[in-house]
């Protein structure tokens, strides 16, 4: 295989907002946003739709933007769709201390957004980071949650994800066997896993990710949204640095793997607004990794209400394979794997993801 390190590494990586928001808050085909007061701090949500509530949550390196395509289909089926720029991302605010982004934290953001909306309850549906907060709802407020969706996000109990054999076993010396413990921190376990460079724990030393990633903000963002790259069946034949998941902190090639998950305007919205917050707040999010464990150490990590899983055939980090077995945390529990689907499943498959959640959500609730 015939290509350098870091670029085969970073390809692993229904209205305009009304023109009196500055430039940088201009955000293609989304409805327009309002600060909601909730848990201490303002976010940012856009709305549409109503009926029963449905909240979308995006990931790393995402934004409420990540849902474009769901907000206009969502609210046409009968749902009362809510997005929020989550805490440390676009529009909302950005507390300066590390632990005012621990799962305590950032699950009460939802809490109290659904008081202020006038919400008992909602389906919370989440992609990545947003996919681990959507199951930690159901966990932390499950008088909250009337279910839950997870796109390429298993819920694997204890903070134990990036620990799960599937993407382990490849990152071990050849004989090597690990098998991951819910009762230790699993940061200490990963470092006796992973090289230093791998992104979670880079992470968790200094600054140095974010400075790098800051420096060029469209460079990490173009290398980290990348589809039609190396397919899950090829994963296994890779070198080790590769199973080691050294994505963020690096230069940027000039040319990227695979192709743009976005078009130029869509890239330019996201760039303008990583440019005015930079990646660390969003970070930050990794650097409590360690406090949630702890935290939910006697939480029952079973979920409590129905749930659809949708995978991405060829996510080489949060594999299909990692939902076998959910079923004895997530008994009420539909699964579905949307082929020729990378990482960036909600914005490279919008249709796909439209009809499997609808299709979900119009058996389980009332959108009369």
Known sequence: MNISRRSFLVGFSALVLASAFPAFAQAPTMPVHRMVETNGINLAVYEAGAGPAVVLLHGFPGLAYTWRHQIPALAAAGYRVIVPDLRGYGQSDMPADVAAYDIAHLTDDLAGLLDALGEDQAVFMGHDWGGLLAWQMALLHKERVAGVIALNTPHIPHWMLWLHPAIVTPALPEGKIFTADQTKDPITQMREVYSPDMYVLMFQEGDAADRVMNRDVRGTLRSSLRKE??????????????????YYGQPVPANLPGRDVLTAEETDFYVSQYERTGFTPAINWYRNISRNWQAGLEVDQNIRVPALMISAEHDVVLRPSM????????PDLE??????????TPEEKPQEVNRLAISWLNRHYDAR
């Open 229 to 246: 790259l190396l397919r899950a069946s090829e994963w296994e034949n890779l070198p080790p640095f590769v199973a080691n998941m050294e």
């Open 323 to 330: 939902t076998d077995g959910m079923e004895r945390y997530v």
């Open 335 to 344: 699964k579905h794997v949307i082929a020729d689907s990378w990482h960036w």
